[in-house]
């Protein structure tokens, strides 16, 4: 087992341990959105460039890492609250499997959880105003997508935008706390953050790439059930903007009335259209941004070599 595997485990201890106070229902459905654990990708960052400065820090990174972790969980939980999803990680979501009500004090528990945290931790009190920031930025990103739902007149940016907020930002604030709380200069925890934006917008773009690429067991939840809902990812907005005949529009207008058969037209049509070849050309440019990034500035220290490693990894990921 590899330190970061060894160090990640504990991060799990770490989250164990914290979220068994709360009693009843609301216990049962915090223990168990953390009883199948995810990616692990932010809480790897926090440790992988935590491990780059000289501070011994390494149990403070590593409830730091846990702090990151809860707080992703926690906007998972309202993720799906707002989405009405049913299915999470392969298997029923917090909220299908406790109800919206016991779901959504689940994820505020985690979200006061994951500040106590942090809060317990960090070297200066004034770093929590990046968490307090980044917060705002997640929020944003989510409620600019629910209030796109069903428009077909979303552009690149508008999307690229949202993707900044509602996934890249907590990849920044990750690579960022983690290399500051490690001893890194500012600038190199800005230069840390700018790689992790770069890489939560490819993350989030591959992502919505395999909507319409994997089978839902790969995947371990519905496909193309955004489509459903009217919510508009990457490579549907860049097919219909090539989209000259009218027919993809008009499919999609259906909403909520979609068939399969319907589906797997949308599907067909995204793919021909080229809406999946753009957003992997934009997820390789932001990858590719974030690895010269890394190598200008991180090439020297330990967990360099890691940290190139999961980003290289995001553009060949199937699940």
Same mark, same amino acid.
């Given at each position: ?14 989250? *164990? ?14 223990? &168990? ?71 959504? &004090? ?8 994951? /500040? ?16 307090? %920031? ?24 508008? &999307? ?32 840390? *953050? ?30 193309? %059930? ?18 000259? %005949? ?21 599907? /067909? ?51």
């Amino acid at each position: 087992m590899s330190r970061l595997e060894k160090e990640l485990q504990q991060v799990q201890n770490t989250i *164990q341990k914290n979220i068994r106070t709360p009693k009843g229902k609301l216990g049962e459905a915090v223990r &168990y959105a953390f009883s199948k654990p995810g990616k692990q990708l932010r809480p790897s960052f926090v440790l992988l460039f935590g491990e780059m400065g000289e501070s011994n820090r390494e149990q403070k990174l590593i409830n730091i890492a846990g702090s990151i972790e809860i707080l992703h969980n926690a906007t998972l939980i309202h993720d799906d609250i707002i989405d009405n999803s049913n299915v999470r990680r392969g298997r029923a979501s917090v909220q299908a499997k406790y109800g919206k009500t016991i779901a959504l &004090y689940a994820g505020d528990f985690l979200f006061a959880l994951s /500040l106590q945290l942090l809060s317990e931790n960090t070297s200066k009190i004034t770093n929590l105003r990046a968490n307090g %920031s980044t917060m705002q930025k997640i929020l944003a990103g989510e409620t600019t997508q629910f209030g796109n739902e069903y428009d077909i007149t979303i552009t690149e940016e508008e &999307y690229l935008e949202q993707i900044r907020g509602k996934t890249a930002s907590l990849f920044g604030y990750a690579c960022y706390i983690g290399a500051l709380e490690g001893g890194l200069s500012k600038r190199l925890a800005r230069s840390a *953050q700018q790689v992790g934006l770069l890489f939560g917008q490819a993350f989030q773009l591959r992502d919505d790439i395999l909507d319409y690429t994997a089978s839902t067991a790969e995947l371990k939840k519905p496909v193309l %059930s955004d489509v459903v809902n009217g919510v508009y990812t990457g490579p549907l907005i860049f097919a219909l903007k090539k989209d000259s %005949s009218g027919k993809l529009k008009d499919l999609v207008k259906k909403g909520k009335k979609l068939n399969s058969a319907q589906l797997e037209q949308i599907d /067909l049509l995204v793919s021909e259209l080229g809406g999946i070849r753009h957003a992997q050309n934009l997820a390789n440019d932001f990858t590719n941004s974030a690895l010269a990034l890394l190598e200008k500035n991180f090439a020297e220290y330990p967990g360099y070599e890691k940290v190139a490693d999961i980003v290289r990894k995001m553009l060949t990921r199937n699940c």
